[in-house]
């Protein structure tokens, strides 16, 4: 049984760093592509950062490119995210989801994620 579990999230000032983390177990972390989406209240949920199972591609959503980083640690079995300079506009609830199928690449396309974990809350103070 695959779990995907985040966890990192917080309350920040606007201009500060955090963290997220994202556990997955249950399956072969290192042959699937992952992704960080987020959702806002009121809005539809998007794709922030994304990254293929071989961390040769990655993908940002032009709102945080430059600002975020993701990363992964196969032997971790565990995703990251490095947000600095975050703004108030980032306050969402951030997502984390596994590929579908093994060795596919990076994408925010939502028929191409298999699991998702709960989510991790975010919260920019100006």
């Known amino acids: 049984q695959v779990q995907v579990v985040e966890s990192g999230g917080g309350s920040v000032q606007a201009g500060g760093s955090l963290r997220l983390s994202c556990k997955v177990s249950?399956?072969?972390?290192?042959?699937?592509?992952m992704g960080w989406f987020r959702q806002a209240p009121g809005k539809e949920r998007e794709g922030v950062s994304c990254?293929?199972?071989?961390?040769?591609?990655?993908i940002y959503s032009p709102s945080v490119k430059g600002r975020f980083t993701i990363s992964r640690d196969n032997a971790q079995n565990t995703l990251y995210l490095d947000m600095n300079s975050l703004k108030p506009e980032d306050t969402a609830l951030y997502y984390c989801?596994?590929?579908?199928?093994?060795?596919?690449?990076?994408?925010?396309?939502?028929?191409?994620?298999?699991?998702w974990g709960q989510g991790t809350q975010v919260t920019v103070s100006s």
């Open positions: 989801a596994r590929g579908r199928t093994p060795y596919g690449g990076a994408s925010f396309e939502n028929k191409k994620q298999g699991y």
């Open positions: 249950g399956s072969a972390f290192e042959n699937y592509a």
């Open positions: 990254i293929s199972w071989t961390e040769k591609t990655t």
